[in-house]
């Protein structure tokens, strides 16, 4: 019997240029006045500049603040070595929609010719992903020593508490008239922290999972809000069709993101405010150190204050609140019933503009 010797498939047909295209990392060349010759689409995405638009360019007038990137650029091309920098803010000129600066994590490497002289190969990748996993798995490994003293503390509070109302009641039976007042304050007091400190220890049992409509829960909670929304408010939906149906517990996916939204309509409690439900699939995406190849991305934004710098590090921790009304419990428990459900509650705030994205794998999609 003939063997047939196998041959790879010859590779001239592929064009480089094109094979550069399909990396999700920037690569980007360099003349040596830093002029750019070529970027792939990478590196034309991260950079918020077409090719085009950036050749012949040199890479450093395209930010409003490339001092770090000239730098490193520099020292390369002096010393004929390859040099790296992380999270290095690079905020793109003339591009009016992008507000806030790319973080990027970027390799230098000389390339030397002897007919074209030396030229620079550079290597940009985006850093805000690397910094959103690490938040997110600092967040939940937190979330769950939080859990437990949270616990310990209300079980606590409760033992002395159920104390205190027994006695406000037994006082309450001996006193007759005016007097009787100040026991049933002591027992409404009572109940008031109980139903506080049961907030905090939240739900005993598992997640109840039934198959679900996402938009059938964000329609209960639109309407819930727009019942609550004062005048001049506006609350509007954006709705992705494609969002399958999954595997979640009705109600605590419905009290997650009636919290959330009651903050954002909290936040744009003056005329002109606005909170805009929308969702969104996400796929092959990481929560932490978990990938998943779907997930339901459910968002509130609103055009209120937006979350202080001081309370951003600390906004999902039981009683941390920037309004003196507060309970500071929304969103810690909240971020606690989407992480019954291996998903995370993550946001982007600054002022005019908040995002808070329930983040939620969906399993069992049909």
Do not use: W
């Not at 039976?173 to 109940?191: C, F, H, M, P, S």
């Not at 954006?238 to 939204?261: C, G, H």
């Not at 002109?272 to 934004?301: D, K, M, P, W, Y």
């Amino acid at each position: 019997m003939a063997i047939e010797q196998y041959s790879p498939s010859p590779l001239s047909h592929f064009d480089p240029a094109s094979l550069l295209d399909v990396l999700s990392t920037g690569v980007v060349i360099l003349d040596s006045q830093l002029c750019m010759i070529y970027a792939n689409v990478g590196a034309q995405d991260l950079l918020a500049h077409g090719l085009n638009q950036a050749r012949g360019r040199p890479i450093t007038e395209l930010f409003a603040d490339p001092e770090a990137l000239r730098r490193l650029l520099l020292r390369s091309l002096d010393r004929v070595e390859t040099y790296s920098g992380h999270e290095i803010p690079l905020m793109p000129l003339g591009k009016p929609g992008i507000r806030e600066p790319v973080i990027v994590d970027v390799t230098v490497t000389p390339l030397e010719g002897q007919l074209t002289g030396t030229h620079l190969l550079l290597e940009i990748a985006d850093a805000r992903t690397r910094q959103r996993i690490a938040r997110e798995s600092e967040m939940l490994s937190r979330l769950d020593g939080s859990r437990l003293m949270i616990r310990q503390l209300g079980h606590e509070i409760k033992n002395p508490l159920g104390g205190l109302r027994g006695a406000a009641q037994l006082l309450d039976r001996e006193l007759d008239g005016a007097l009787k007042e100040y026991t049933t304050v002591i027992i409404n007091e009572a109940d008031r922290l109980r139903s506080l400190v049961d907030s905090m220890l939240g739900p005993s049992r598992p997640p109840q999972k039934t198959l679900v409509n996402i938009h059938e829960l964000c329609e209960h909670v639109f309407h819930l809000v727009r019942s609550e929304a004062g005048p001049g408010i506006s609350i509007e939906r954006d709705y992705d069709p494609s969002l399958p149906n999954a595997q979640f517990d009705r109600n605590e996916i419905i009290q997650a993101l009636l919290n959330v939204a009651r903050n954002a309509l909290q936040a744009v409690a003056v005329p002109g405010g606005r909170v805009v439900l929308r969702t969104r699939v996400l796929t092959n995406f990481s929560i932490g150190t978990v990938r998943h190849r779907l997930l339901a991305n459910i968002q509130v934004e609103d055009n209120g204050h937006g979350v202080p710098p001081e309370l951003q590090r600390s906004v999902f921790y039981p009683l941390v609140t920037s309004r003196p009304t507060g309970s500071g419990l929304g969103l810690a428990v909240a971020q606690d019933l989407v992480a019954r459900h291996r998903g995370i509650v993550e946001f982007e705030s600054r002022p005019g503009h908040t995002v808070f994205s329930l983040l939620l794998p969906l399993e069992g999609a049909e």
